[in-house]
Antibody
Framework: QVQLQESGPGLVKPSQTLSLTCTVS??????????WSWIRQPPGKGLEWIGY???????YYNPSLKGRVTLSVDTSKNQFSLKLSSVTAADTAVYYC???????????????WGQGTLVTVSS | DIQMTQSPSSLSASVGDRVTITCRAS??????LNWYQQKPGKAPKLLIY???SLQSGVPSNFSGSGSGTDFTLTISSLQPEDFATYYC?????????FGGGTKVEIK
């Protein structure tokens, strides 16, 4: 079954750019039935959806992140990536990648999720 | 954005209890409501999609109901492995939004 795995630096300095990659295994990122999402969770808090990308490269970003987000996809590597610019301590969170089922279904949902990676913003 | 409000934010219950968690959307979302379970240090796990459809492999003591703005997650008989935090999430529109979570603790 499909598995997702996040990777990237665990520590980022304030004002710099956070970069993470999600590798999809046992399934193709090029399937038209899915969106590929990033979701984050600050320590001890709830979940915030960051945005999604389709295999074609089309994207939707959460307006709450005020234009700091860029998602990209590399179908040859079966990966998609997140860049979050101008980070502050408020961006410290566990970052999850997840697959959102769409396509032939009426409803959409997030499944599976990656295990998550903690990114700390600190000098 | 559609706001999702869960209640209660936490509850204490005993093994075998029936537990009900509610989720209210700030506007109608039809049946576009999902429920997730999260245990400490783990990613959320899908329990219910489309308000009432049980995800494959999820025990049948979990059930979901509702439509429009009001939804319910019910655990018919709480098991030790069910102590966790539960989140609702709307997939009616973007941006996707989650409820604040309900922590189910052992009484």
């Amino acid at each position: 079954q499909v598995q997702l795995q996040e990777s990237g630096p665990g520590l980022v300095k304030p004002s710099q750019t956070l970069s993470l990659t999600c590798t999809v295994s046992s399934g193709s990122i090029s399937s038209g039935d899915y969106y590929w999402s990033w979701i984050r969770q600050p320590p001890g808090k709830g979940l915030e959806w960051i945005g999604y990308i389709y295999y074609s490269g089309s994207t939707y970003y959460n307006p709450s992140l005020k234009g700091r987000v860029t998602l990209s996809v590399d179908t040859s590597k079966n990966q998609f990536s997140l860049k979050l610019s101008s980070v502050t301590a408020a961006d410290t969170a566990v970052y999850y990648c997840a697959r959102e089922t769409t396509g032939t279904t009426v409803y959409n949902w997030f499944d599976p999720w990656g295990q998550g990676t903690l990114v700390t913003v600190s000098s | 954005d559609i706001q999702m409000t869960q209640s209660p934010s936490s509850l204490s219950a005993s093994v075998g209890d029936r537990v009900t968690i509610t989720c209210r959307a700030s506007q109608s979302i039809s049946g576009y409501l999902n429920w997730y379970q999260q245990k400490p240090g783990k990613a959320p796990k899908l329990l219910i999609y489309g308000a009432s459809s049980l995800q494959s492999g999820v025990p049948s003591n979990f059930s979901g109901s509702g439509s429009g703005t009001d939804f319910t997650l019910t655990i018919s008989s709480l098991q030790p492995e069910d102590f966790a935090t539960y989140y609702c999430q709307q997939s009616y529109s973007t941006p996707r939004t989650f409820g604040g979570g309900t922590k189910v603790e052992i009484k």
